[in-house]
């Protein structure tokens, strides 16, 4: 393999990293470099995974979208039930979380 298609192939996935082996195989044959995309592929760098967001994250960014819902049953002495749907909005009150 050429040194210079390595260095473009390296350089066409830092300047896109959106672009995946399929793209950039697209973009070399219409340069008219012929190579595999499996060999794209293994020429491309690796890129780390990105980070996964924590629960907490997850809730210190959107405790004030958050709801919380019941629905059940309560049965009566005149034997009748009752439909009840509950609902509250949860806070942050000194680091924990609280519902109101």
């Not at 044959?29 to 995309?37: H, T």
């Not at 980070?51 to 049965?75: G, I």
Request: aromatic share 8%; net charge positive; hydrophobic share 45%.
């Amino acid at each position: 393999m050429n040194a210079e298609i390595k260095a473009l192939v390296r350089r066409m996935a830092a300047a896109n990293p959106l672009w995946g082996a399929p793209r950039i195989h697209g973009e070399l044959l219409k340069l008219g470099i012929d190579v595999a995309e499996r060999t794209v592929s293994r020429l491309m760098p690796k890129r780390p995974p990105r980070p996964s967001q924590t629960w907490r994250t997850f809730l210190d960014n959107h405790v004030r979208d958050l709801v919380a819902l019941d629905f059940f049953t309560v049965p009566t002495a005149g034997l009748r039930v009752l439909f009840v749907l509950m609902s509250c909005s949860l806070t942050i009150a000194e680091g924990s979380y609280t519902s109101t």
